[in-house]
């Protein structure tokens, strides 16, 4: 029931994060979908899926911070330090 979303609530919000990168935007929108009543039939985790999936350099991606975007948050960051492969002739 709803009383039961306030504990589920930053659980499935930090599930969800992790599952998307890290992505906060993700976080908020999953914490107040749990937290507030009647919102339960949003299937925020689907809907990050198929933008991750289906359109990972859309606007709505980069909007989500999800697909493509994290991908060029990490190289910005410097979290993938390998170099390409060097092609054998």
Partial sequence: GELSDVVYAPIAAILLRSLYGGSNVVFALE????????????????ICWVVDTFAGDSDLACLLQVGNYNSAKDLSAGAIDREPPIEKR
């Avoid at 914490?31 to 689907?46: G, H, K």
């Fill in 31 to 46: 914490f107040a979908e749990e937290i507030l009543p009647f919102t339960d039939v949003l299937p925020l985790a689907t």
